[in-house]
């Protein structure tokens, strides 16, 4: 079975800082992995998608992930926090004999001035 | 940019009885999603649809759920005999493909009384 750990519920940076949201994923077969952003009442935004191409995964608003099979993470970064980067992001996961997405627990990120 | 809508933003509801969720995918979508947030936790899948009938469901969706796309453009979630357990946001998704990312809507926000 999949699945997708977050590890960390919370996580402050300073505006200007690097940010890194881990996600670790476990999959017996190749893995479809994806980044979601969720800001305050709102649906989920894609911000980028790996599905087994290139390793590292650019997406929108500067956000990059790195897809490391021997690790089986998928750590979201920008090098640079902006105050709108404020939000709630979600790791997801899904399989080629199923496209349903398993969402890990989220990571509220805050940005401080 | 197209989007996925979902109406109504919050459905207020007396415990047994019937309520209907509604979305309208993006028009050139073929997949489409149903999934839940219960406050504080993680998006869970409810059910996937595609060709008019239901391609994969969770656990979650048991006899009081069901879906349908009555006219093709609306995509519906009804549950006949809601319970407190219910109260959650529900996301409506679709997709171009199976294996293409999942778009979002904003969500209906139910709470059942």
């Known amino acids: 079975a999949q699945s997708v750990t977050q590890l960390g519920s919370h996580v402050s940076v300073s505006e200007g800082a690097l940010v890194l949201l881990r996600c670790n994923y476990s999959s017996s077969v190749p893995p479809y992995l994806f980044w979601y952003v969720q800001y305050p009442n709102q649906g989920l935004q894609l911000l980028l998608k790996y599905t087994s191409a290139a390793t590292l995964v650019k997406g929108i608003n500067g956000f990059e992930a790195e897809f490391k099979k021997s690790e089986t993470s998928f750590h979201l970064t920008k090098p640079s926090a902006h105050m709108s980067d404020a939000a709630e992001y979600f790791c997801a996961v899904s399989v080629e004999n199923t496209d349903k997405l398993i969402f890990g627990t989220g990571t509220r990120l805050q940005v401080f001035p | 940019e197209p989007e996925v809508t979902q109406t109504p933003s919050h459905q207020v509801t007396q415990m047994g009885q019937e309520v209907i969720l509604r979305c309208v995918p993006i028009?050139?979508?073929?997949?489409f999603y149903w999934y839940r947030q219960i406050l504080g936790q993680k998006v869970e899948f409810l059910v996937s649809f595609y060709n008019n009938e239901i391609s994969e469901k969770s656990e979650i969706f048991d006899d009081q759920f069901s879906v349908e796309r009555p006219d093709g453009s609306n995509f519906t979630l009804k549950i006949r005999s809601t319970k407190l357990e219910d109260s959650a946001m529900y996301f409506c998704a679709s997709s171009v493909g199976g294996d293409q990312p999942q778009h979002f809507g904003d969500g209906t926000r139910l709470s059942i009384l």
């Open positions: 028009s050139n979508h073929l997949y």
